[in-house]
């Protein structure tokens, strides 16, 4: 069946320094990718979303290129701060049929940022 | 409300008894899904419904696991003779289900601990 695999962690990066967080998947089909990112003590929420292949998806200087090619969708940010400490979670969704979707989760990277 | 409302957020419970989640979701939604997530995991999939109807129950991971949203709006998930390996969180998110590229949105979760 449909998969995401992500690196696993805990990531700890210097402020300002760069961050890949490593997503691959397995679909039959087109699915669309996610990042969502889970704050402490908060819920999921969205970061950014490809629909289609060669897309980019941005968001709070986040970015994701969904590259058909080698079934990826790497999450990157060219200077993390502290506040971007969070699990991050790839997924994407995979379509049941007339007009029904499920989304499969990986199974998230935490990443620590330290000051 | 503006989002996926979840209740209890807290529940704690003794094994062998039955225990009931509600999630009212974001308003207009017509796809609810139902993911418990384990700590350090990610939201691994239960069930899905689009309306009334359960178009995918394969996560649910055994009889005493079981769903209903009789009015297309507010589920309930019932957990029945609930074991130790129960506890954890239990997300449910909404979306619209007319494109795969939606968003999904979570609630905070209900956190189930069995005693």
């Known amino acids: 069946g449909n998969s995401v695999t992500q690196m696993e962690g805990p990531v700890t990066l210097s402020e300002e320094a760069f961050l890949t967080i490593n997503c691959t998947y397995t679909?039959?089909?087109?699915?669309?990718l996610f990042w969502y990112v889970q704050y402490p003590g908060e819920g999921l929420q969205l970061l950014l979303k490809?629909?289609?292949?060669?897309d980019k998806g941005s968001n709070k200087g986040f970015e994701a290129t969904y590259r058909k090619e080698t079934t990826s969708f790497h999450l990157e940010k060219g200077s993390v701060q502290v506040s971007d400490s969070a699990v991050y979670f790839c997924a994407l969704s995979d379509h049941l049929g007339s007009g029904t979707y499920k989304y499969i989760f990986g199974t998230g990277t935490r990443l620590k940022v330290l000051a | 409300g503006a989002g996926v409302s979840q209740t209890p957020s807290n529940k704690v419970t003794e094994k062998g008894k039955y225990v009931e989640l509600r999630c009212d979701p974001i308003s207009g939604h017509t796809a609810l899904y139902w993911y418990r997530q384990s700590l350090g995991q990610g939201p691994e999939f239960l069930i899905y419904?689009?309306?009334?109807?359960?178009?995918?129950d394969s996560g649910l991971p055994n009889d005493r696991f079981f769903a209903v949203r009789p009015e297309g709006s507010v589920s309930t998930l019932k957990i029945q003779r609930t074991e130790r390996g129960d506890s954890a969180v239990y997300l449910c998110?909404?979306?619209?289900?007319?494109?795969?590229?939606?968003?999904?949105?979570f609630g905070e979760g209900s956190w189930l601990t069995v005693v």
């Open positions: 679909a039959t089909g087109y699915p669309s």
């Open positions: 490809a629909t289609k292949a060669d």
């Open positions: 419904f689009q309306g009334t109807g359960a178009a995918d």
């Open positions: 998110a909404s979306s619209p289900t007319d494109n795969p590229g939606n968003t999904i949105y």
